[in-house]
């Protein structure tokens, strides 16, 4: 995901904002570090030009990476269901374990690649129990995985969902992991 970063900086003059003090900066983003780094450094700039008035405003969207563009020679998917047969009771319940969601806000936020192996997510589970929950999720429709070798690899299918249920994956990356979370 992207994160466009916007910061407007207003400085009051007689209860007044003037229009020549407003300071504009946006910025694109596709990691965190970038991210902190981006919002300190405008922010860093408002306070040393005295504006009195800070608001930033963020929104993560789709991150099109042409660097994470659909690899030639894929395999075919796995068995998942349709974009039509998606159900909001079976994605509901397999991201009602935090796991679950827990893996499903790190593809849609940290993804390096087109997919990913379980051993990218460095989670100290047995293995057996990782493909529970990656096979739970890729049945619920929420990821797709693609059998590489020995390897199954996972991707959220950002683009089916976001037609079945705009608004659904926004949710996935609201959510705050509290840090009681298994992994």
């Known amino acids: 995901m992207n994160t466009d970063v916007t910061v407007h900086a207003a400085r009051h003059m ?6 020549d003090a407003r300071l504009d900066c946006t910025a694109a983003v596709s990691d965190t570090a970038t991210f902190l780094v981006r919002v300190f450094s405008y922010y860093s700039l408002v306070r040393k030009n005295s504006y009195s008035d800070i608001v930033v405003n963020m929104k993560r969207t789709p991150h099109h990476d042409p660097a994470a563009a659909v690899p030639a020679n894929l395999p075919d998917p796995l068995p998942e269901p349709a974009v039509s047969e998606l159900r909001l009771d079976a994605i509901f319940g397999a991201l009602a374990d935090p796991l679950r969601l827990t893996i499903v806000r790190r593809l849609l936020l940290e993804s390096e690649a087109y997919d990913h192996p379980c051993s990218w997510f460095g989670f100290n589970r047995a ?23 020995l390897e199954r690899r996972s991707r959220v299918r950002t683009e089916d969902l976001d037609v079945r249920f705009p608004g659904l994956l926004q949710l996935v990356i609201a959510w705050e992991p509290s840090g009681d979370e298994p992994g």
């Open 14 to 19: 007689s209860g007044e904002m003037r229009a």
């Open 127 to 149: 293995k057996s129990s990782l493909t529970h929950h990656f096979k739970a999720l890729r049945e619920a429709g929420v990821i797709r995985q693609r059998q590489y070798g």
